[in-house]
């Protein structure tokens, strides 16, 4: 009776081990996201500092539901399905059921990656009527690549990151990367994010009137793009001043101080001639 009794712990322990195991072992799908083919394909490749990549602007306002889904999203993303004969990816939408999604008006820019330099992603002539004018803010704002995430351990770098509206910068600063985008092995930049919190503290935006745009420069690759440098434009900043004040300010600070190129020149001649001639002064009385 005893042994029977060892034998069957034995196997409950057994057995209870086992289902531990399988139970931790399994992934967690039910926080799993949905991620196309080609995203998946992309997620697995090595960064090639020599290749060419994609910036793909995304955006949502949970309230009203207008959107840009990542590239990657199954449904409505680049390869999305949803709308046949129709390139939906490139429209914003608004829903509150996919199936019923329609388009917004707006021009999405995205940006093609060749190289080291500053490029701009964005909305322009956006149709923001659809959004919803008594939500506290919008609710996720970045950018989704086709750049493997291990990158950013091989020498890739995003800095100088800077979210604008209208024309005028609202944020700028370190962007969120998007841990769902990291679990599938692709890297997204956010500059708003309110499903992400941890770690992040996402900046509340006013409503754009027309546009969104993101810049940001990219380096790591073995090769510059001539064609994405930063621009020189005067650009309105939040405050209202642009970047000319700068220099008016430089100029009248050396106006201000009364000594010019010229004077400083003519100064240190003179002194040099002066030295000079002590030297020789000195000279003549050792001899």
Same mark, same amino acid.
Request: glycine share 8%; charged share 20%; hydrophobic share 40%.
């Given at each position: 009776?005893?042994?029977?009794?060892?034998?069957?712990?034995?196997?409950?322990?057994?057995?209870?081990?086992?289902?531990?195991?399988?139970?931790?072992?399994?992934?967690?799908?039910?926080?799993?996201?949905?991620?196309?083919?080609?995203?998946?394909?992309?997620?697995?490749?090595?960064?090639?500092?020599?290749?060419?990549?994609?910036?793909?602007?995304?955006?949502?306002?949970?309230? #009203?539901?207008?959107?840009?889904?990542?590239?990657?999203?199954?449904?409505?993303?680049?390869?999305?399905?949803?709308?046949?004969?129709?390139?939906?990816?490139?429209?914003?939408?608004?829903?509150?059921?996919?199936? /019923?999604?329609?388009?917004?008006?707006?021009?999405?820019? /995205?940006?093609?990656?060749?190289?080291?330099?500053?490029?701009?992603?964005?909305?322009?002539?956006?149709?923001?009527?659809?959004? /919803?004018?008594?939500?506290?803010?919008?609710?996720?704002?970045?950018?989704?690549?086709?750049?493997?995430?291990?990158?950013?351990?091989?020498?890739?770098?995003?800095?100088?990151?800077?979210?604008?509206?209208?024309?005028?910068?609202?944020?700028?600063?370190?962007?969120?990367?998007?841990?769902?985008?990291?679990?599938?092995?692709?890297?997204?930049?956010?500059?708003?994010?309110?499903?992400?919190?941890?770690?992040?503290?996402?900046?509340?935006?006013?409503?754009?009137?027309? #546009?969104?745009?993101?810049?940001?420069?990219?380096?790591?690759?073995?090769?510059?793009?001539?064609?994405?440098?930063?621009?020189?434009?005067?650009?309105?900043?939040?405050?209202?001043?642009?970047?000319?004040?700068?220099?008016?300010?430089?100029?009248?600070?050396?106006? #201000?101080?009364?000594? #010019?190129?010229?004077?400083?020149?003519?100064?240190?001649?003179?002194?040099?001639?002066?030295?000079?001639?002590?030297?020789?002064?000195?000279?003549?009385?050792?001899?």
């Amino acid at each position: 009776m005893r042994k029977s009794m060892k034998k069957a712990m034995a196997t409950i322990a057994a057995l209870t081990l086992a289902f531990s195991f399988a139970a931790t072992a399994m992934p967690d799908t039910a926080s799993a996201v949905e991620c196309s083919k080609a995203g998946k394909k992309a997620g697995k490749k090595d960064f090639d500092p020599d290749g060419t990549y994609n910036a793909y602007f995304v955006f949502q306002q949970t309230e #009203s539901w207008v959107f840009r889904n990542a590239w990657y999203e199954p449904t409505l993303g680049k390869d999305g399905n949803l709308f046949k004969g129709d390139a939906s990816f490139d429209k914003m939408l608004t829903t509150l059921d996919v199936s /019923d999604a329609i388009p917004v008006g707006g021009t999405v820019v /995205d940006a093609e990656i060749k190289g080291n330099g500053t490029y701009t992603v964005g909305v322009n002539d956006f149709d923001t009527t659809k959004l /919803d004018p008594d939500a506290a803010n919008i609710s996720l704002i970045g950018f989704s690549t086709d750049i493997p995430h291990s990158a950013l351990d091989n020498g890739l770098q995003i800095t100088d990151v800077k979210l604008s509206m209208d024309g005028i910068e609202k944020w700028a600063g370190e962007p969120f990367v998007n841990v769902d985008a990291q679990n599938l092995g692709l890297l997204e930049m956010d500059v708003v994010n309110t499903y992400q919190k941890e770690g992040y503290e996402t900046p509340s935006v006013t409503l754009p009137q027309g #546009s969104i745009e993101i810049t940001f420069t990219v380096s790591g690759f073995n090769y510059d793009n001539p064609d994405a440098v930063a621009t020189t434009d005067e650009t309105t900043t939040s405050d209202g001043a642009d970047d000319s004040t700068a220099a008016v300010d430089e100029a009248a600070t050396n106006e #201000s101080s009364g000594v #010019s190129g010229g004077v400083v020149a003519i100064i240190v001649i003179v002194v040099i001639v002066v030295i000079a001639g002590v030297v020789i002064v000195i000279r003549k009385k050792k001899n």
